[in-house]
């Protein structure tokens, strides 16, 4: 049994040993020549007049691109077509693309991309949801879920809680940044090595950009060096940049932008903006929930309408919301497109609610974790449709809760740390533990699709290509498992290669999680097929019932029989039969309704809960992660090693988004956290240095590859617990219970500014009484 075992990573050796071979470490050919972007340094305005001529006479420089030069469609928009590859005319936010410079090197060609005088008339810019709200500035229309009558709840509510709240965008980060590497072929063919999570998406808009069919465009991407989101539609500029650039001169060119262009260019996770008003009764239970959400779209649409729907598809994360008003607004703001970043969407769908509750609970002097447990969703069939009319039939979030309450020692720790702050002035610490129910499928159900080729040699060795991409995730040692189990050999026999639309057309991104329980069940398929061909030779030499044979550790047996897997295979192939295979899986049972925001967009829900602990300084706003637990729902694990270094992964980087990752812009709309000196990531530092995770023991009622859970984003929202741990100690800084009007992130800046805000309404408080 190849599946449910902690093999490490298929590439973890390369990683550490730095062999692997990313992008950009591929030999270039001769003649390769360096591509750099021009960006506009205006957030709106007209271009007037565009001189390239510096740009042009720089050393090295062999050719200068704009729009007219782009032989198909000036267009790279994933699903709405208003991204431009190049400004024309138009620039909408400051960091966009104008033109592309090629030179002879890398170092030439981004010297050059700054020598151009650019004339632009200014127009007005928009540069936060607020203001697109203001504004009625939006890429896409409205998205609006009611259930029930809300307005008249809230109007009986005993209690209500009202109130706005801001979370910032994160950049990805990944540690490779965006590259593609395009190398003509003959008969205008084009091949592409692209850092990319969508090789089928970047194929289309390539071949759309060239003015050429899709079967003229390979792309392949043997490994990312992290994508989170970032490179599932954001590495099609510079995929098509790199090949019309390749296309026009006939040469191989090469496209990897320094970390600071990257940032400048692309697009980060929606920040949001909300107004939420929560009505409920004595006990804590809630009875209404209004919400208004406004994301931070950027210029154009690029993902944000499935990101927004699943912002509304997770406004209820754990808990039922019988009466409820969802309303999601796609705010156009002149700033980076706003795109997939781990939890698309569901995260800054989730936190409004939490960010509720915790003010439920505190107004009512309850402990959170009460109230939460009082309003989750029923374990008994009761209470459990959400707000979208899918009936959550696989709830384990009770057990699992009570099994973390006890194994991180909750409820005597709430005690030590109460005990704690009545001694400390000015140290405070808290503690939260919070929930996590994830969808778990892409919210549009046609992309629910994978394939997959496995092919078996006759030396008994086995390739296996699928339609996932490799960034670290596993997906590759996941399939590779699955195949290695089917067809009852060592892992070791069996390989994954790059990513390659060549192999497995039509591909949906390596996203929302389903990377392996996609490809897993598509590449099982495969090796199924071929799994039946080997049985029925068997079955034929030994004289038995197909039914009797066993496949397992190197050999097909019966009771009685017993021949290796490589003397089968060829065997088989003397007998002709078809020793490869392709496979391919569609997840049943979805559906979805745009107009109404109703049916079963997920095949399945993921759970989990973490405790947070930490300790905040309140005269400097510093703080530190004291411990960690956290319990998540793997289903049956098809690899431990991997799902724990997930959760701990998607943990740490939800908690850089909710504390030190903030992303600032200029008055002028420039952003100017545009590299690691200002942009501050988590460290090894801000790690706890208690950090305990644990996979829940638990079978995925849904038939699942090997009943396995998704782990790839849902751990990402663990990370509210460190954030309201970090509220739970500001507000002990008051006597009465006030609730810290804390934004995320929750910087030392932002802690600092709540813990005056507790301490200036306790002041007034103690005035007025
Ligand atoms: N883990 C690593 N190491 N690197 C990544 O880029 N991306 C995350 C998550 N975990 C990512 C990662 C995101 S955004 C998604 S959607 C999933 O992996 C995608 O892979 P999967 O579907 O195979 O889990
Ligand atoms: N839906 C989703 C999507 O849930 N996750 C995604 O990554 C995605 N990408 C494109 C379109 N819909
Ligand atoms: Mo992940 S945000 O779905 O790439």
Not at 612 to 638: C, Q
Request: charged share 20%; proline share 5%.
């Amino acid at each position: 049994a190849e599946v449910g075992l902690a093999h490490p990573h298929e590439s973890a050796r390369l990683h550490v040993t730095g062999e692997a071979t990313y992008t950009d470490d591929i030999p270039e050919l001769q003649g390769t020549l360096h591509a750099a972007l021009g960006l506009s340094q205006q957030a709106h305005a007209r271009i007037l007049a565009i001189d390239l001529s510096a740009v042009k006479a720089a050393p090295g420089v062999v050719a200068v691109f704009t729009a007219q030069d782009i032989p198909g469609a000036n267009d790279c928009g994933p699903i709405i077509h208003d991204d431009p590859i190049l400004a024309d005319g138009l620039v909408q936010y400051v960091g966009q693309p104008i033109f592309i410079v090629v030179a002879t090197g890398h170092d030439a060609a981004r010297r050059a991309a700054r020598l151009a005088q650019i004339d632009y008339a200014p127009l007005p810019a928009i540069l936060s949801p607020q203001a697109a709200r203001a504004a009625q500035s939006y890429v896409l229309p409205p998205m609006r879920l009611v259930r029930g009558d809300p307005a008249r709840a809230l109007l009986q509510a005993p209690h209500s809680v009202k109130g706005t709240l801001e979370v910032g965008g994160q950049e990805q980060f990944y540690l490779e940044g965006q590259i593609s590497y395009a190398i003509p072929q003959e008969q205008d063919g084009m091949h592409v090595y692209c850092s990319t999570q969508h090789p089928s998406e970047m194929q289309q808009v390539i071949a759309h950009a060239l003015g050429r069919s899709a079967h003229h465009v390979l792309v392949e991407c043997r490994r990312m060096g992290g994508g989170f989101g970032g490179k599932e539609s954001q590495s099609a500029i510079w995929a098509c940049a790199a090949a019309v650039s390749a296309a026009r001169l006939q040469r191989p060119v090469k496209l990897r932008p320094d970390r600071d262009d990257d940032m400048q260019v692309s697009g980060k996770r929606h920040g949001f903006y909300y107004e939420y008003e929560v009505g409920y009764d004595d006990s804590g239970r809630i009875l209404a929930a209004r919400v208004e959400m406004v994301a931070d779209a950027g210029f154009s649409a690029d993902l944000s309408g499935p990101v927004a729907t699943r912002a509304v598809c997770h406004f209820d994360n754990a808990y039922f919301l019988s009466e409820v008003d969802i309303l999601a607004l796609c705010g156009k703001t002149n700033l980076q497109s706003n795109t997939a970043f781990r939890g698309f969407g569901g995260p800054q769908g989730a936190i409004a609610i939490e960010y509720a509750i915790d003010e439920i609970a505190r107004n009512l002097g309850l402990d959170p974790l009460t109230v939460r447990r009082r309003n989750f969703y029923g374990k008994n069939g009761e209470r459990n449709i959400t707000p979208y009319g899918q009936k959550v039939t696989d709830n384990v979030i009770h057990a699992l809760v009570d099994a973390l309450e006890v194994s991180s020692d909750y409820q005597h720790r709430r005690q030590q740390i109460a005990a704690f702050n009545q001694a400390s002035p000015i140290l405070k610490k808290g503690l939260a533990l919070t929930p996590v129910k994830f969808g778990i499928s892409f919210n549009l159900p046609h992309l629910n699709q994978a394939g997959a080729l496995v092919h078996v040699y006759l030396d008994g060795s086995v390739l296996v290509n699928h339609g996932g991409t490799e960034m670290g995730q596993g997906v590759n040692t996941k399939v590779a498992q699955v195949v290695a189990h089917t067809l009852g050999i060592p892992l070791q026999q069996v390989r994954c290669t790059a990513a390659d639309t060549s192999k497995v057309a039509n591909t949906s991104a390596t996203a929302a999680s389903t990377g392996s329980d996609l490809n897993g069940m598509a590449a099982q398929d495969a090796a199924l097929h071929i799994r039946h061909k080997l049985t029925a030779v068997a079955a034929a030499e030994f004289g038995v019932d197909p039914a009797a044979l066993l496949f397992a550790d190197g050999r097909v047996c019966t009771d009685r029989h017993s021949i290796s897997f490589t003397e089968l295979v060829k065997k088989a192939y003397l007998q002709r039969a078809q020793l490869w295979s392709d496979g391919f899986y569609a997840t049943p049972d979805l559906h979805w309704d745009t107009a109404t925001l109703t049916g079963h967009p997920f095949y399945y829900f993921a759970y989990g809960a973490a405790v947070s602990e930490v300790v905040i300084d309140t005269l400097t706003g510093e703080w530190k992660l004291l411990r960690v637990d956290a319990l998540y729902d793997t289903g049956e694990s098809l690899n431990p090693a991997i799902d724990i270094g997930q959760v701990e992964g998607g943990f740490i980087q939800g908690v850089g988004w909710l504390t030190t990752e903030e992303l600032w812009w200029n008055q002028d709309g420039k952003l100017m956290t545009h590299s690691p000196s200002t942009y501050k990531i988590p460290a090894i530092c801000d790690c706890p240095s208690d950090f305990r995770v644990a996979l829940f023991r638990n079978t995925n009622p849904a038939a699942t590859i090997h009943r396995s859970k998704a782990s790839g984003e849902p751990p990402l929202l663990l990370a509210f617990s460190a954030f309201f741990a970090i509220r739970d100690a500001i507000a002990a800084v008051a006597e009465q219970r006030i609730n810290p009007p804390l934004k995320a992130p929750a910087t030392s800046e932002a802690i600092l500014n709540a813990v005056q805000a507790v301490q200036a309404a306790q002041i007034l408080r103690a005035m007025s009484s």
